[in-house]
C-alpha cells in the first residue's frame, strides 16, 4: 500500500506538519503524514519510548507496505521469462497521460517518463551519454513522489545518484536520503547532496521537529485561550436576536401602514370612506372645471345649431344649381324636336350663365361658412378636454400631496424604531467579531442560526482542548525522545539514494528498503544476471537505465541486453533508406557494402518501365530486392505510394531506433522521431492510415485513424510490416544533446600552435597531431591564413539528426578556405608499452612511471599539456578534465602534468572515460591517443567510450586526433579490436558525424 492509499489524519492536530530536512514539505505534505499516531505511538511504547495514547499526529508515516507473495511470484515469473527471451503473456503498457514537472524534455524522454510510471513489472531506459538520461530518471523520481511512493533509487556507481540528486535539491515533493558507501566521506559530496546524507537530515529532522512541536503548541494553547473569550459571546448572540427580532416585527408592522397609504387616500377621494376635509378640496377644485364646462356646453350647442342652419343652406343651393345644370343642357338641344321640349323654351326666357355663376358664388360662401363653425366646434372640443385634463391634474396632485404627507408623519414615527435596530445591528456585529474563525459566525440574525454555529463552536471547543493537550505532550516528549524519534527517518524518505554495495554494508538502508514501490537502478548494464534479479526483487516495479548502446554487450552479454533485445521494438525493417541519385529518387531497401555493390543487377519493371529495381545476386546467396530507382518526374509522394502498392511494404526511413506507440482521442500514432519538425508532408497509404515524413523523406510517425483502426488491428499492422510489437517497456534516448556536433564550433588542422580567444559561436577544437598538409588549390574560398594555423569552421548539424547521419559534402562556397587533404595512412606515434624495441620513443623519467603494458603518443600528450596550460592561464577559475581513452595514456598526461609549473597548483582531472560518467566541466581535453600507420583501429575501448568523453564540456571541447588514423577509421566498417561490429559501427558513426561538417580529401 503506498502512501497515496493510507488513510490520513483526521484529529485537528492532522493540519501541523513536520519538515523533514531543508526542504519546505507544505505543497505535498499529505505524502508524508501519519496515517495514525496510535499505531505509531503504540510501536514507539514497546520501545520503552513512552505510553500508548488514542491521539493521532502529522508526521511521515513508518512504511506499512510489503510486496505480496503473489506479486514477488508474478514478478519474479515476468524475469524468468523475459530473459528467456518470451514475451507471449505480456500485455502492452502504454504510458499514462502525466502532468510533466520538467517541462522542457523532449518527446521521446516524456513518452520515457510516462511509461515507466505506467510499467506493471519491467522497463528499460537506454541511452549514450549526453542524452539526457539523468533528467528522465529526475521526473520520474519526482513524478513517483507526488503520487505517494517510495523509491530506491541505486547504481554502480556513485557520481550517477549525485547528479540526479542535485537536480532534486529543488524539489518540495521529495525527501531523499543519500546513504554513503564504506570509505566514502560527505565532505566530497557537492553541497546539495551532502544535504541528503543521513546526518544532516537527522539534524535538519530534530530541529525542525521541536520547532513545528513548539508552534503547533503555541497555536492550540492561543485557540484554547481564544475559545475561552469567545465562551460569553454565545449568550449575547442569543439576547441580541431576541431584540433584534423585536424591533424587526414593530418596523414590519410600520412597513405594512405606510404601504397601505396610497390605496387609503383613494379610497378617500373616492368617498368610500370618511374624511370631509379632502373631499371639500376636491369639491372646490371640480366646481371652478364644472362651470367652465357648463359654459363651453352652452356654446358648443348654439354652434351646433348654426352649423345645421348652414349645412340646409347648402342643401337648397345644392339643390338648385342641379336644376340650374337641367335647364342648361336642355338649351343645347339641336334638331325639330327642341319645339316640342318645354324646358328649351323656359331656358330660352332666362339667362342661364348669370343664374349659375351667382349661384355658385352663393354655394361657395355658404361652404367656407360651415367649415369655419367646423374648426370652432373643434376648438371647443379641445378646450373641453383641457378642461377635464386640469380637473383630474387636480386631482392626482391633491392625491400626491396627501400621499407625501402622510408618509412624512410616518418617517418620523419609524424613525426611532429604525434607530434602535441599527444599533442592535452594530452591538451583533462587534459581537460575532470576536468569534475567530469564519465557519463559527452566524450568517443570519436568527435563533437557528445561533444554535447550528454554537453546536459547531462547541465540537471545536472540544477538538482544540483535546489538540492542545495533546500538543502539550507531543512537545514534551519530542523534547525527550527526539533522538531516538530520528533513528526511523529512513522509513519516512520516499527516495533511497545510494551504492549497490551500500544495501550490503549499511543496515539502516536494507531495512528501510524493504517493500519500496519503485526500484531505479543506473547503469544497470554493469550488473550480471544473478545481481540483476536479486536487486528488481526489491521493488514492486523496475526501471532499469544503461548507457551502452544496443547489442555492444561484448562477449559477455548481461542481463539487461538480454531483457533489451526481448523487449525493445527494433526492426531492421525500420531503416529503409531514401535518397536521390542524380535527380532521380532512390529507395534502399537493405543496404549493401562496397564489396556487394559489383553484384547489383538492374531490372525495368514490367508494368512501369521507367521505374528501375536493382536486385543483389551476391555468390552463394538467394537474390534479394536492393534498391528501387523511380524516374525523374516521379515526385516522393508517388514514390512512396508505388512501393506501398506494389511490394506492400511501408518503406520508411527512420530517425531513431525503433519506434514507440501512443494514441490520443482520434488516432494511434506510432513514432518514429524524437522530435517534431516544423513542417511535415503527408500520404495516405491506405484507407485511415497516413505517413508523415520531412523534406529529407525520413518518416516522423505513421496516423491510424480510429474511425477504421483499432488497436489490436494496429499492433497486427506492425507486426506484420516491420516484425515488432511494441510492450511499453522501453525507450531508447537519442538526440545527443551534449555532444558537439550539434553545436558551432572551430577546428584547428595543423599540429598545437597558439589559438587566439574562443568566441562563443567557436567551442569546438580540432587538433590534428601531426599537422595536415594544404593542397595549393583552393576547392570554396580563398584560405585563411594568420600565422597561428590553418583552420576551418565547422557547421551545426540538426539537433534532431541521429548519430548514425551519414557524411555528407558541404555545399561550395561554405566552410573550408583551402581543401584540407587527409593522408591515406596514420602517422604511427602511438607505441605500445609491451614492446622494449619501442621504448626509447619516450623520455627515461617516464619509462619506469608507466604501465607495463598499454598505449601511449607521447607528441599528443605534450599538445595536451601545452593547450591545457594556454586555458589556464585564460581562464584560471574554469573547471578542467583531460580523457585519455586508456589508462596508460592517462598515466602519461597525469606525469606531465605534474611536472608544468602553470598546472602543479591545481591540477586538472584526468582519467579514462569511465572516470568522467555523469561529471561535467567546463573545458574538456579528449586524447584519442591512437596513431597507427597501416590499418583501423578503436579509439575506445567500450562501446560508449567515445561518447562518453566527448559529452562531458559545458564551454570548450579540445578533440587531439591523428588525422590519417581519423580518416582510416571512418572508411572501415566491420569489428575492429575490441569493439564487435555492432559497437564498432557506432563509433564509428559518432565520428563521421562529427567531421561531416568538414569533409576533407583523402589523399
Avoid at 424587526?248 to 410600520?254: E, I, K, N, S, V
Avoid at 517534431?676 to 515524413?693: D, K
Avoid at 580523457?883 to 584526468?910: F, H, T
Wanted: glycine letters at 4%; aromatic letters at 6%.
Amino acid at each position: 500500500m503506498t502512501a497515496r492509499e493510507r488513510t490520513g489524519p483526521e484529529s485537528a492536530f492532522a493540519a501541523v506538519t513536520v519538515s523533514l530536512g531543508p526542504f519546505p514539505f507544505q505543497k505535498k505534505a499529505e505524502t508524508f503524514l501519519f496515517e495514525n499516531w496510535e499505531t505509531w505511538f503504540r510501536d514507539a511504547g514497546q520501545h520503552g519510548l513512552a505510553p500508548a495514547t488514542n491521539k493521532q499526529v502529522a508526521v511521515p508515516p513508518l512504511p506499512s507496505c510489503q510486496i505480496p507473495s503473489e506479486a514477488a511470484a508474478r514478478k519474479s515469473q515476468v524475469l524468468d521469462q523475459l530473459l528467456a527471451g518470451r514475451t507471449e503473456q505480456l500485455t502492452p503498457a502504454p504510458g499514462e497521460p502525466v502532468m510533466l514537472v520538467d517541462a522542457a524534455l523532449d518527446r521521446l524522454q516524456q513518452e520515457a517518463v510516462r511509461r515507466a510510471l505506467a510499467t506493471p513489472d519491467v522497463f528499460l531506459v537506454l541511452g549514450l551519454p549526453g542524452t539526457g538520461k539523468s533528467r528522465v530518471v529526475t521526473e520520474i523520481l519526482v513524478q513517483a513522489a507526488l503520487r505517494g511512493e517510495r523509491v530506491l533509487f541505486l547504481s554502480q556507481n556513485a557520481a550517477a545518484l549525485d547528479v540526479v540528486l542535485e537536480r532534486l535539491a529543488e524539489r518540495p515533493e521529495v525527501l531523499a536520503l543519500r546513504f554513503l558507501e564504506i570509505g566514502e566521506t560527505s565532505e566530497a559530496l557537492p553541497a546539495a547532496v551532502r544535504q541528503c546524507t543521513l546526518p544532516p537530515r537527522r539534524q535538519a529532522f530534530q530541529e525542525q521537529a521541536l520547532k513545528h512541536a513548539h508552534d503547533a503548541r503555541t497555536r492550540t494553547e492561543e485557540r484554547c485561550r481564544q475559545a475561552q473569550n469567545e465562551e460569553g459571546v454565545w449568550p449575547m448572540l442569543s439576547d441580541l436576536v431576541a431584540k433584534i427580532s423585536s424591533v424587526r416585527d414593530r418596523l414590519t408592522a410600520l412597513e405594512e401602514e405606510q404601504a397601505r397609504i396610497p390605496q387609503e387616500v383613494a379610497e378617500e377621494i373616492a368617498g368610500n370612506a370618511e374624511a370631509a376635509p379632502l373631499q371639500e378640496k376636491l369639491a372646490a377644485l371640480q366646481a371652478t372645471c364644472l362651470s367652465e364646462l357648463g359654459r363651453l356646453d352652452v356654446e358648443a350647442r348654439q354652434l351646433a345649431q348654426r352649423q345645421q342652419e348652414c349645412q340646409s343652406a347648402i342643401e337648397d343651393l345644392q339643390r338648385r344649381q342641379r336644376d340650374l345644370d337641367r335647364l342648361a343642357a336642355a338649351q343645347e338641344i339641336r334638331g325639330f324636336f327642341k319645339w316640342l321640349n318645354p324646358r328649351w323654351w323656359r331656358a330660352r326666357r332666362r339667362d342661364l350663365a348669370k343664374d349659375r355663376e351667382a349661384l355658385r358664388a352663393e354655394l361657395c360662401r355658404k361652404t367656407q361658412q360651415f367649415e369655419d363653425l367646423e374648426q370652432e366646434r373643434q376648438n371647443f372640443v379641445q378646450e373641453r378636454r383641457e378642461v377635464d385634463c386640469r380637473l383630474e391634474a387636480n386631482r392626482v396632485e391633491l392625491t400626491q400631496a396627501e400621499v407625501n404627507r402622510r408618509r412624512q408623519d410616518w418617517s418620523v414615527r419609524a424613525q426611532p424604531h429604525q434607530n434602535e435596530h441599527s444599533a442592535r445591528l452594530q452591538e451583533w456585529h462587534a459581537q460575532v467579531s470576536q468569534l475567530a474563525l469564519p465557519e463559527h459566525r452566524p450568517n443570519s440574525v436568527s435563533a437557528e442560526a445561533v444554535a447550528h454555529c454554537l453546536a459547531r463552536w462547541q465540537a471545536d471547543r472540544r477538538q482544540e482542548d483535546s489538540a492542545c493537550h495533546f500538543a502539550r505532550r507531543w512537545s514534551d516528549f519530542l523534547a525527550q525522545e527526539i533522538g531516538q524519534l530520528s533513528q526511523r527517518l529512513p522509513h519516512w524518505a520516499n527516495v533511497l539514494a545510494g551504492v549497490v554495495t551500500t544495501l550490503g554494508q549499511v543496515a539502516v538502508l536494507a531495512d528501510a528498503a524493504k517493500g519500496v514501490d519503485l526500484l531505479v537502478l543506473e547503469e544497470a548494464d554493469l550488473f550480471s544476471e544473478t545481481d540483476l534479479r536479486r536487486l528488481c526483487e526489491l521493488g514492486r516495479r523496475c526501471v532499469l537505465v544503461a548507457s551502452a548502446a544496443p547489442g555492444h554487450a561484448g562477449p559477455r552479454q548481461t542481463g539487461f541486453h538480454k531483457l533489451w533485445q526481448t523487449l525493445h521494438g527494433d526492426s531492421p525493417r525500420l531503416h529503409y533508406a531514401w535518397d536521390r541519385e542524380g535527380e532521380r529518387w532512390r529507395c534502399r531497401l537493405r543496404a549493401c557494402t562496397p564489396e556487394e555493390h559489383k553484384y547489383l543487377e538492374s531490372e525495368r519493371v514490367a508494368d512501369f518501365p521507367e521505374v528501375e529495381v536493382r536486385i543483389l545476386a551476391a555468390p552463394k546467396s538467394p537474390p534479394a530486392l536492393a534498391e528501387v530507382l523511380f524516374p525523374q518526374s516521379m515526385t516522393l509522394l508517388q514514390a512512396k505510394q508505388f512501393i506501398y502498392r506494389e511490394l506492400q511494404e511501408a518503406a520508411v526511413s527512420a530517425h531513431c531506433r525503433g519506434g514507440w506507440l501512443t494514441e490520443d482521442e482520434n488516432t494511434f500514432q506510432f513514432c518514429l522521431a524524437p522530435s517534431v519538425a516544423p513542417s511535415l508532408e503527408t500520404i495516405e497509404l491506405e484507407t485511415g492510415l497516413v505517413e508523415r515524413f520531412d523534406a529529407s523523406a525520413c518518416t516522423a510517425g505513421l496516423e491510424f485513424h480510429k474511425t477504421h483502426w483499432t488497436r489490436p488491428l494496429v499492433e497486427q499492422w506492425l507486426q506484420r510490416q516491420f516484425q515488432l510489437r511494441d510492450l511499453g517497456r522501453t525507450a531508447y534516448l537519442q538526440i545527443p544533446y551534449r555532444l558537439p556536433a550539434g553545436f558551432p564550433s572551430r577546428t584547428l588542422c595543423a599540429e598545437y600552435l597558439p589559438l587566439a580567444e574562443p568566441t562563443a559561436a567557436s567551442c569546438m577544437e580540432w587538433i590534428c597531431v601531426p599537422p595536415l598538409r594544404k593542397s595549393a588549390t583552393p576547392s570554396f574560398v580563398s584560405p585563411r591564413h594568420d600565422g597561428e594555423g590553418l583552420r576551418a569552421s565547422i557547421s551545426p548539424r540538426p539537433v534532431g539528426e541521429g548519430l548514425g547521419a551519414s557524411v555528407s559534402p558541404r555545399p561550395a562556397g561554405e566552410g573550408l578556405g583551402v581543401r584540407v587533404t587527409l593522408p591515406k595512412e596514420g602517422a604511427g606515434l602511438e607505441q605500445d608499452l609491451a614492446t622494449p624495441r619501442l621504448a626509447d620513443r619516450l623520455p627515461a623519467e617516464f619509462r619506469n612511471e608507466l604501465p607495463r603494458r598499454g598505449l601511449v603518443n607521447y607528441l599528443e600528450a605534450q599538445a595536451v599539456i601545452r593547450r591545457l596550460e594556454e586555458l589556464r592561464q585564460k581562464d584560471p577559475h574554469a573547471s578542467c578534465a583531460v580523457v585519455a581513452m586508456n589508462d596508460s595514456q592517462a598515466a602519461l598526461l597525469r606525469r606531465l602534468a605534474g611536472r608544468s609549473n602553470a598546472l602543479r597548483q591545481a591540477l586538472p582531472a584526468i582519467g579514462t572515460p569511465a572516470a568522467f560518467g555523469h561529471r561535467e566541466f567546463d573545458i574538456v581535453l579528449v586524447s584519442l591517443t591512437r596513431s597507427h600507420t597501416h590499418r583501423a583501429v578503436a579509439f575506445g575501448q567500450r562501446s560508449n567510450d567515445l561518447a562518453l568523453a566527448l559529452s562531458r564540456w559545458k564551454k570548450q571541447l579540445c578533440v587531439f586526433v591523428d588525422a590519417g588514423t581519423l580518416a582510416k577509421r571512418i572508411q572501415w566498417t566491420g569489428a575492429v579490436d575490441s569493439l564487435d561490429a555492432a559497437a564498432a559501427e557506432s563509433e564509428r558513426a559518432l565520428l563521421a558525424a562529427l567531421v561531416a561538417c568538414f569533409p576533407p580529401t583523402v589523399g
